[in-house]
C-alpha cells in the first residue's frame, strides 16, 4: 500500500497541472476575441474621432459617431460575456435517478426497464436509436428533450446547441439569444465601422494627412481585419438566425431528432410550431427587448410543443410559455397604470400587449386545427 501511495500522489500532481493547463488553454480564444475588441475600440475611438489625426468635416459627426460605436460597443460586449458567465440551467430533480434505481441499474442491469419507470410522467418525446429512454450516466439523469450531454463542460445542457471555444461556454437553452446578439452586434460593429472609416482607410494611404506611421498601421489594419470578421461572422449569424427561423439546433440539424411516438422514427420538423413562434421560444415576444441582451426567452428548457404531438403535449409546452407572455402583459398593465391615467375607450396597446395577443390567436388557431 506505501508504495501505491507514492506512486499515486505524483501522478495526482501531473494530472492536477495537466487540468490547470487545460482551463488555461480553453480561456485563450476569449482573452484572444476580448483583446481585439477592445484593440479596435482605441483605434475607432481614440485614434479616428479623438486623436485629431483624422479631422471631421463637422464636430456634430464626430460626437454622433462616438455616440454610436460606445452604444454598440456596450451591446457587443455585454451579450459576448452574458454568453460567456451565464449559468445554464440544470435538469430538474424528477429527471434525476434515486439512490434505488442507481442500486437496481448496478445489481440487475434491467437499464430500460429503470428507465422507463423514472420516465413514466415526464414531457419526454424523443428517443435513442434504438427506441429507448435517453439517459446520461455521467449526470445520473434522463435526458430531457433537445438536452445533450458536454464532455468538455462535463454537464448536460438543456437545449444544447453546441460547445463554443471562442465564449468557453457551451450554447444552450439559457444563453442562445446572447450567443446570437453577440454575432449580430459583431456584424453591425463591423460593417459601421467599415463605411464610417472608409475615407479615413482612404486618406491612410495618402500623404495628404501628417500622421504618425503607428497610427496608419492602426487604421490601415484594424479596417481589414473588420472586414474578414464581419465576413466570417456573417455566415455564422445567418445559419444561425435560420435554425431560430426552423426551431432546431445545430446538432438537430447535422442529426434529427428521434420521436417515441414511431418507434424511433426520425423528424426534422418535430420543433416546428411557425416562423413567429419558433422566433419567440429564442427572442421572446417583445422586439425591443429582443436586440437587447436580457433573457426574454420563452419557455423552461424541457417541456417544447411539438409540431406532430397530441393536444396534451402541444398544451403542456405552450402553458410554460404563455405564462411568461401574461407575465410580460400584467407588468407592462401595471407600469401603464402607474405612468399614465386610464381613460375608457382606450385603443393604445403596449408593444408586449400587442405581440402577445398574436400569440395568443396563434395558438388558438393551432389547437383547433390539431
Known amino acids: 500500500m506505501r508504495i501505491y501511495r507514492v506512486r499515486s500522489r505524483p501522478l ?21 476575441v476580448t483583446a481585439v475588441i477592445l484593440w ?49 440551467k440544470p435538469i430538474p430533480d424528477q429527471f434525476h435517478l434515486s439512490d434505488e434505481h442507481l442500486e437496481r441499474l448496478e445489481e440487475n442491469g434491467e437499464i430500460q426497464a429503470v428507465l422507463q419507470e423514472v420516465a413514466e410522467g415526464l414531457p419526454i418525446h424523443t428517443v435513442t436509436v434504438n427506441g429507448g429512454i435517453r439517459y446520461c450516466p455521467t449526470c445520473e439523469a434522463v435526458k ?18 453546441h460547445h463554443c471555444p471562442w465564449i468557453n ?28 472609416g472608409l475615407y479615413d482607410f482612404m486618406r491612410s494611404w495618402s500623404d495628404t494627412l501628417h500622421i504618425q506611421r503607428g497610427e496608419k498601421f492602426n487604421v490601415i489594419f484594424c479596417f481589414f481585419i473588420s472586414l474578414m470578421f464581419g465576413f466570417s461572422t456573417s455566415f455564422l449569424l445567418i445559419f444561425h438566425i435560420y435554425l431560430s427561423f426552423v426551431n432546431r439546433s445545430t446538432i438537430e440539424n447535422m442529426r434529427s431528432p428521434l420521436t417515441s411516438e414511431g418507434g424511433g422514427t426520425s423528424d426534422r420538423r418535430l420543433f416546428y410550431m411557425g416562423v413567429r413562434r419558433n422566433l419567440a421560444q429564442v427572442f421572446g415576444t417583445s422586439l ?4 437587447l441582451p436580457i433573457s426574454t426567452s420563452l419557455g423552461d428548457g424541457v417541456k417544447f410543443p411539438l409540431r406532430h404531438g397530441s393536444r396534451s403535449d402541444a398544451e403542456s409546452g405552450d402553458a410554460v410559455m404563455m405564462s411568461q407572455v ?29 405581440l402577445a395577443q398574436g400569440v395568443d390567436a396563434h395558438l388558438l388557431r393551432t389547437t383547433n386545427s390539431q
Open 12 to 32: 495526482m500532481a501531473c494530472r492536477k497541472a495537466v487540468d490547470i493547463c487545460m482551463r488555461v488553454m480553453y480561456w485563450l480564444p476569449v482573452l484572444f
Open 40 to 88: 479596435g475600440y482605441y483605434v475607432y475611438m481614440y485614434v479616428m474621432n479623438i486623436s485629431g489625426a483624422f479631422p471631421k468635416a463637422s464636430p456634430v459627426i464626430n460626437v454622433l459617431l462616438i455616440l454610436v460605436g460606445n452604444v454598440l460597443l456596450g451591446l457587443q460586449l455585454v451579450s459576448y460575456f452574458r454568453a460567456i458567465y451565464t449559468v445554464h
Open 144 to 161: 430531457p428533450d433537445r438536452c445533450h450531454h458536454c464532455s468538455i463542460c462535463n454537464r448536460c445542457v438543456l437545449k444544447m446547441d
Open 169 to 196: 461556454n457551451c450554447v444552450g437553452y439559457s444563453n442562445y439569444k446572447f450567443f446570437v446578439l453577440f454575432l449580430f452586434y459583431t456584424c453591425v460593429i463591423c460593417i459601421w465601422f467599415c463605411l464610417t
Open 288 to 291: 425591443l427587448k429582443a436586440f
Open 326 to 354: 401574461d407575465h410580460e402583459r400584467t407588468q407592462s398593465r401595471h407600469t401603464r397604470h402607474d405612468d399614465e391615467p386610464q381613460t375608457s375607450g382606450s385603443g393604445e396597446d403596449s408593444e408586449v400587449e400587442i
